[in-house]
Protein backbone atom coordinates (compact mmCIF):
# COMPACT_ATOMS: atom_id res chain seq x y z
CA UNK A 1 0.00 0.00 0.00
CA UNK A 2 1.33 2.93 -0.94
CA UNK A 3 0.61 6.40 1.44
CA UNK A 4 0.48 9.81 -0.91
CA UNK A 5 2.00 12.87 1.32
CA UNK A 6 -0.90 15.95 1.31
CA UNK A 7 -0.12 19.13 2.18
CA UNK A 8 -2.70 20.18 4.17
CA UNK A 9 -1.98 24.26 3.76
CA UNK A 10 -2.61 23.70 0.25
CA UNK A 11 -5.80 21.84 0.37
CA UNK A 12 -7.35 22.76 3.87
CA UNK A 13 -9.37 25.65 3.36
CA UNK A 14 -9.63 28.60 6.20
CA UNK A 15 -13.27 28.06 8.05
CA UNK A 16 -14.48 31.26 8.72
CA UNK A 17 -14.90 32.22 12.26
CA UNK A 18 -19.08 32.78 12.96
CA UNK A 19 -18.46 34.42 16.53
CA UNK A 20 -16.87 37.84 17.28
CA UNK A 21 -15.38 38.54 21.35
CA UNK A 22 -16.97 41.68 22.77
CA UNK A 23 -14.17 43.58 22.34
CA UNK A 24 -14.79 43.36 18.62
CA UNK A 25 -18.04 44.69 19.29
CA UNK A 26 -19.51 48.54 19.04
CA UNK A 27 -21.01 48.66 21.81
CA UNK A 28 -21.92 52.14 21.20
CA UNK A 29 -23.80 50.97 17.60
CA UNK A 30 -27.61 50.42 19.11
CA UNK A 31 -27.74 53.44 20.90
CA UNK A 32 -26.11 55.64 17.55
CA UNK A 33 -28.99 53.76 15.64
CA UNK A 34 -31.82 54.48 18.08
CA UNK A 35 -31.09 58.09 18.66
CA UNK A 36 -31.00 58.24 14.78
CA UNK A 37 -34.13 56.39 14.48
CA UNK A 38 -36.41 58.26 17.03
CA UNK A 39 -36.37 57.36 20.11
CA UNK A 40 -35.10 54.68 22.13
CA UNK A 41 -37.55 52.24 22.03
CA UNK A 42 -35.05 50.22 20.34
CA UNK A 43 -33.12 48.68 23.00
CA UNK A 44 -36.75 47.99 25.11
CA UNK A 45 -37.21 45.18 22.04
CA UNK A 46 -38.29 41.97 23.53
CA UNK A 47 -37.43 39.84 20.56
CA UNK A 48 -40.51 38.24 20.53
CA UNK A 49 -40.50 38.22 15.84
CA UNK A 50 -43.79 39.86 15.70
CA UNK A 51 -41.98 42.20 12.84
CA UNK A 52 -40.55 38.89 11.03
CA UNK A 53 -43.86 37.47 11.55
CA UNK A 54 -45.39 40.03 9.17
CA UNK A 55 -42.96 41.32 6.77
CA UNK A 56 -44.35 40.35 3.50
CA UNK A 57 -40.70 39.94 2.50
CA UNK A 58 -38.69 38.13 5.24
CA UNK A 59 -38.86 34.50 3.55
CA UNK A 60 -36.30 36.50 0.66
CA UNK A 61 -33.79 38.36 3.75
CA UNK A 62 -30.57 37.03 4.72
CA UNK A 63 -31.85 37.70 8.48
CA UNK A 64 -35.12 38.53 9.65
CA UNK A 65 -36.23 41.78 11.04
CA UNK A 66 -36.12 40.49 14.56
CA UNK A 67 -32.69 39.15 14.21
CA UNK A 68 -31.02 42.83 12.76
CA UNK A 69 -32.15 44.22 15.22
CA UNK A 70 -30.70 41.92 17.95
CA UNK A 71 -27.08 42.66 16.22
CA UNK A 72 -27.70 46.55 16.07
CA UNK A 73 -28.37 46.16 19.84
CA UNK A 74 -25.63 43.92 20.51
CA UNK A 75 -23.37 45.93 18.38
CA UNK A 76 -22.52 44.14 15.62
CA UNK A 77 -22.34 46.94 13.37
CA UNK A 78 -20.96 45.49 10.24
CA UNK A 79 -22.83 42.52 9.66
CA UNK A 80 -26.52 44.50 10.45
CA UNK A 81 -24.68 46.70 7.55
CA UNK A 82 -23.87 44.50 5.35
CA UNK A 83 -27.05 42.98 5.26
CA UNK A 84 -29.94 42.82 2.16
CA UNK A 85 -32.44 42.64 4.48
CA UNK A 86 -32.33 46.38 4.52
CA UNK A 87 -32.63 46.78 1.15
CA UNK A 88 -35.87 44.22 0.91
CA UNK A 89 -37.81 46.45 3.02
CA UNK A 90 -40.87 47.79 1.28
CA UNK A 91 -41.31 50.31 3.71
CA UNK A 92 -44.97 49.00 4.18
CA UNK A 93 -45.22 50.04 8.22
CA UNK A 94 -46.59 46.80 8.90
CA UNK A 95 -43.69 45.65 11.78
CA UNK A 96 -43.80 49.02 12.76
CA UNK A 97 -47.82 49.06 13.24
CA UNK A 98 -47.35 45.45 14.87
CA UNK A 99 -44.67 45.95 17.34
CA UNK A 100 -46.23 45.35 20.78
CA UNK A 101 -43.25 47.86 21.62
CA UNK A 102 -43.80 50.85 19.26
CA UNK A 103 -40.20 50.75 18.00
CA UNK A 104 -40.27 51.92 14.38
CA UNK A 105 -38.55 49.25 12.86
CA UNK A 106 -39.03 50.65 8.97
CA UNK A 107 -37.43 54.14 10.65
CA UNK A 108 -34.56 51.80 11.69
CA UNK A 109 -34.30 49.85 8.40
CA UNK A 110 -34.18 53.64 6.58
CA UNK A 111 -31.16 54.43 9.16
CA UNK A 112 -29.19 51.44 8.39
CA UNK A 113 -29.32 52.39 4.45
CA UNK A 114 -28.22 55.79 5.34
CA UNK A 115 -25.38 54.03 7.15
CA UNK A 116 -24.19 51.83 5.19
CA UNK A 117 -23.91 54.21 2.55
CA UNK A 118 -22.03 56.97 4.47
CA UNK A 119 -19.69 53.96 5.46
CA UNK A 120 -19.34 52.32 2.37
CA UNK A 121 -20.94 48.84 3.68
CA UNK A 122 -23.16 48.29 1.12
CA UNK A 123 -23.04 45.05 -1.35
CA UNK A 124 -21.51 45.98 -4.35
CA UNK A 125 -23.17 46.28 -7.68
CA UNK A 126 -26.59 45.64 -5.99
CA UNK A 127 -28.84 48.09 -7.43
CA UNK A 128 -30.71 49.81 -4.51
CA UNK A 129 -27.78 51.50 -2.60
CA UNK A 130 -26.45 52.24 -5.99
CA UNK A 131 -29.50 54.01 -7.07
CA UNK A 132 -29.81 55.65 -4.02
CA UNK A 133 -26.45 56.89 -3.86
CA UNK A 134 -26.68 58.38 -7.61
CA UNK A 135 -29.91 60.14 -6.67
CA UNK A 136 -28.51 61.92 -3.81
CA UNK A 137 -25.39 62.76 -5.89
CA UNK A 138 -27.44 64.11 -8.64
CA UNK A 139 -30.02 66.25 -6.93
CA UNK A 140 -27.12 67.93 -4.37
CA UNK A 141 -24.97 68.63 -8.01
CA UNK A 142 -27.99 70.26 -9.66
CA UNK A 143 -30.86 70.04 -7.67
CA UNK A 144 -32.55 68.13 -10.08
CA UNK A 145 -32.46 64.40 -11.03
CA UNK A 146 -32.01 63.02 -14.50
CA UNK A 147 -33.60 60.07 -15.11
CA UNK A 148 -32.02 59.03 -17.95
CA UNK A 149 -28.34 59.73 -16.56
CA UNK A 150 -29.61 58.40 -13.32
CA UNK A 151 -30.54 55.10 -14.67
CA UNK A 152 -27.64 54.60 -17.35
CA UNK A 153 -25.13 54.94 -14.46
CA UNK A 154 -26.73 52.25 -12.60
CA UNK A 155 -26.50 50.06 -15.41
CA UNK A 156 -22.79 50.92 -15.63
CA UNK A 157 -22.14 50.19 -11.66
CA UNK A 158 -24.50 47.31 -11.58
CA UNK A 159 -25.02 45.35 -14.73
CA UNK A 160 -23.87 46.65 -18.34
CA UNK A 161 -25.09 43.56 -20.25
CA UNK A 162 -28.61 45.19 -18.85
CA UNK A 163 -27.96 48.69 -20.77
CA UNK A 164 -27.49 46.53 -23.86
CA UNK A 165 -30.93 44.71 -23.64
CA UNK A 166 -32.65 48.03 -22.26
CA UNK A 167 -30.99 50.01 -25.32
CA UNK A 168 -33.83 49.73 -27.92
CA UNK A 169 -36.70 50.77 -25.29
CA UNK A 170 -34.09 53.18 -24.20
CA UNK A 171 -33.89 54.60 -27.61
CA UNK A 172 -37.65 54.31 -28.37
CA UNK A 173 -38.07 56.69 -25.37
CA UNK A 174 -36.22 59.40 -26.53
CA UNK A 175 -36.98 59.42 -30.14
CA UNK A 176 -40.97 59.70 -28.72
CA UNK A 177 -39.90 62.36 -26.26
CA UNK A 178 -40.23 60.80 -23.05
CA UNK A 179 -36.44 60.64 -22.08
CA UNK A 180 -34.22 63.26 -22.40
CA UNK A 181 -30.15 63.23 -21.64
CA UNK A 182 -30.16 67.15 -20.60
CA UNK A 183 -29.63 67.96 -17.24
CA UNK A 184 -31.58 70.71 -15.52
CA UNK A 185 -30.24 72.77 -12.66
CA UNK A 186 -32.05 74.97 -9.79
CA UNK A 187 -31.38 78.59 -9.12
CA UNK A 188 -28.76 79.30 -5.52
CA UNK A 189 -28.46 75.68 -5.80
CA UNK A 190 -26.08 76.74 -2.78
CA UNK A 191 -28.48 77.26 -0.42
CA UNK A 192 -30.05 73.65 -0.79
CA UNK A 193 -26.41 72.27 -0.47
CA UNK A 194 -25.70 74.29 2.43
CA UNK A 195 -29.65 72.52 3.96
CA UNK A 196 -28.37 68.84 2.96
CA UNK A 197 -24.97 69.36 4.30
CA UNK A 198 -26.80 71.07 7.67
CA UNK A 199 -28.51 67.48 7.92
CA UNK A 200 -25.37 65.66 7.70
CA UNK A 201 -23.95 67.60 9.97
CA UNK A 202 -24.80 65.49 12.82
CA UNK A 203 -23.09 62.47 11.04
CA UNK A 204 -19.69 64.43 10.85
CA UNK A 205 -20.35 64.12 6.94
CA UNK A 206 -20.36 67.03 4.10
CA UNK A 207 -22.02 66.79 0.68
CA UNK A 208 -24.34 64.21 1.94
CA UNK A 209 -24.25 60.39 1.40
CA UNK A 210 -23.20 59.81 -1.67
CA UNK A 211 -20.00 61.44 -0.78
Not at 10 to 39: H, M, N, Q, S, W
Not at 101 to 129: F, Q, S
Not at 131 to 153: D, M, W, Y
Not at 177 to 192: A, C, N, T
Request: proline share 4%; glycine share 8%.
Amino acid sequence: MIFRHTDLTRTTKTVPRLIKFEEELDLGFGEEIAAKAYGQKLLSCIQCGTCSATCPLSHYMDFTPRRVIAMVREGFRDEALSTTTIWLCASCYSCTTQCPRNIHITDVMYTLKREAILRGRYPKRYPIPVLARNFFQGVFRTGRNSEARLIIKLYLQTNPLDALRQAVVGMKLFLMGRMSLRQDRIRKIDQLQALLNAVDSGNGKKGGAGK
